[in-house]
């Protein structure tokens, strides 16, 4: 772990795809054991088997074509797909310990998703009224490439982020993505652009520090 990083924040990168449930199972007894005090902080860095995943926000009328498993994630926003080559970014982070802005948390994630993409050449950005990370497709038109949600519970953060490396987009298809039906779903690959996983994590992990810088100062006019 690079020394920038707090020596009380575990940073894991799992190489095998871990089953949804089984994550989720993990993540919620971790996010509790933080708001107990009794564990560290976690940002983990992980791929899923196929699955559709349902937010709190979640309309029925989205769920298209059930290819895959359906879980309720217990998180905002609606459907969202998971699979190998999109990369998920569980962040399991105490609040109380920072600025306590549960907004200033999601604009700081945006943020170091944003600059991480930008490491490999790819310009994105956050889109007023449509949730996620959002870039210019092969098409020119605007695409989603990554995707944000988040849970609260007693001021510790869990869920995260996905970021689209090289899924298999067709899969996508089986829902209206987080409910927005009039943009497309790209991905690294898709626009040309090679990285695997350890590379997309190391350039995560050379970013995280000033991440948690961020999270130190309450949500400003900025991130409006």
């Known amino acids: 772990m690079p020394q920038s990083?707090?020596?009380?924040?575990?940073?894991?990168?799992?190489?095998?795809?871990?089953?949804?449930?089984?994550?989720l199972q993990d993540m919620t007894a971790r996010n509790a054991a933080i708001a107990e005090g009794t564990a560290q902080e976690l940002i983990w860095l992980l791929e899923h088997p196929p699955v559709y995943t349902a937010g709190t926000s979640s309309n029925p009328a989205e769920m298209l074509d059930p290819q895959f498993e359906v879980v309720e994630a217990g998180r905002g926003g609606r459907y969202t797909y998971h699979g190998p080559g999109q990369r998920i970014g569980y962040v399991l982070l105490d609040l109380k310990r920072r600025a306590r802005d549960v907004r200033g948390f999601v604009h700081a994630m945006e943020g170091w998703v944003i600059d991480t993409l930008?490491?490999?050449?790819?310009?994105?950005?956050?889109?007023?009224?449509?949730?996620?990370?959002?870039?210019?497709d092969i098409d020119g038109r605007e695409a989603?490439?990554?995707?944000?949600?988040?849970?609260?519970?007693r001021w510790v953060t869990m869920h995260g982020f996905s970021v689209n490396l090289s899924p298999d987009l067709s899969h996508f298809a089986g829902?209206?993505?987080?409910?927005?039906?009039?943009?497309?779903?790209t991905s690294l690959e898709r626009l040309g652009i090679a990285v695997d996983s350890a590379a997309w994590?190391?350039?995560?992990?050379?970013?995280?520090?000033s991440f948690l810088a961020?999270?130190?100062?309450?949500?400003?006019?900025e991130a409006a």
Not at 118 to 136: K, L
Not at 201 to 209: G, S, T, V
């Open 214 to 221: 961020a999270l130190e100062r309450p949500c400003g006019e």
């Open 175 to 185: 829902i209206v993505p987080c409910g927005i039906e009039l943009f497309g779903v």
């Open 5 to 23: 990083l707090p020596a009380d924040l575990e940073w894991r990168c799992d190489s095998a795809p871990v089953p949804y449930r089984a994550a």
């Open 201 to 209: 994590d190391a350039a995560l992990q050379a970013r995280a520090a």
């Open 144 to 153: 989603k490439i990554g995707a944000i949600g988040v849970r609260i519970r």
């Open 118 to 136: 930008g490491d490999f050449g790819v310009e994105s950005w956050r889109a007023a009224g449509r949730i996620g990370i959002w870039t210019t």
